[in-house]
């Protein structure tokens, strides 16, 4: 999981008696800098020599410099509870999941306030704001050192996800004329390519959303300002048949979700778009 995403969900965690500790092969004064950079609340471990990771055969056997996505949850006695080991970085919620389960008290449902400069159009909170931001975009801005995109997108196509962050992050260093607008749309062409260059219908139904929104606030907005009223009957008839119209590609999203990838294209969204943030953040003083 992205460390940004893991300290958005922290006090799911706290409200658990949990304790968070992250493992990174980075030196101690570079996994400071993260801390400080993310506004991280728990601690990151330095293993640069990668001791601990070799002992619990987390190895990337690729990239012998890296380490594997793995995760593990002990609990009081220090007993391996839940245990995940794989190329997808596993999200906040599997890990909350399994911790409600061994203890009993799944399923458990509890809110996390919202990050107060985060959006939607920024963050996606669901399947249909990730479809209509990989649908809008059909290329990347030309501000993004195409070089390094090129190399952030074989290494994520080769499923070395690691190193397509650092090659990330030099992207964003190389693209200083880049907006933070522009940055979010690379994430958004990138999961384009990584997830939907096979599915063109995904992309289309990401289209016919965009079009289906846009007419159905266009009907609201001359309903709202009509005060001819022989003009009404036709208004809220059309406006009727938007509302029919986009319940229906909602729906198609809804049902293709899963064939579509659309949680995992979320995440991939979220996940690159903190790498974003947190580069163009300040670094605290």
Do not use: C
Request: no cysteine; glycine share 4%; aromatic share 8%.
């Amino acid at each position: 999981m992205q460390l940004g995403e893991l300290q958005h969900q922290y006090p799911r965690f706290v409200r658990r008696d949990a304790t968070i500790m992250a493992l990174s092969v980075d030196p101690a004064d570079e996994s400071l800098g993260m801390i400080e950079r993310l506004g991280l609340a728990f601690a990151v471990g330095s293993d640069p020599n990668q001791r601990i990771i070799q002992q619990f055969r987390v190895q990337n056997p690729d990239t012998r410099e890296l380490a594997l996505h793995a995760v593990y949850v002990l609990n009081e006695q220090a007993e391996v509870i839940y245990r995940k080991v794989g190329l997808r970085r596993p999200q906040s919620a599997e890990l909350i999941d399994a911790i409600d389960a061994y203890y009993g008290n799944y399923p458990q449902h509890d809110n996390v306030s919202k990050v107060a400069d985060r959006i939607a159009v920024a963050y996606p909170q669901n399947n249909f704001q990730a479809l209509l931001e990989v649908a809008r975009v059909e290329a990347p801005p030309s501000s993004i050192d195409q070089a390094l995109l090129a190399e952030t997108m074989r290494l994520i196509t080769n499923g070395r996800s690691d190193d397509a962050v650092f090659a990330f992050r030099r992207l964003i260093a190389a693209s200083p004329e880049a907006t933070d607008l522009e940055l979010y749309a690379t994430t958004a062409w990138m999961t384009r390519q990584r997830f939907f260059s096979t599915n063109p219908d995904a992309i289309t139904t990401g289209k016919e959303l965009q079009r289906r929104l846009a007419r159905l606030s266009e009907l609201e907005a001359a309903v709202r300002d009509n005060r001819d009223k022989s003009q009404s009957t036709s208004l809220y008839t059309a406006l009727g048949q938007a509302r029919a119209g986009l319940s229906a590609t909602r729906a198609k999203v809804s049902r293709e979700a899963a064939a579509w990838n659309l949680r995992y294209a979320k995440t991939m969204i979220r996940s690159y778009r903190e790498l974003a943030r947190a580069a163009r953040s300040p670094t605290p003083t």
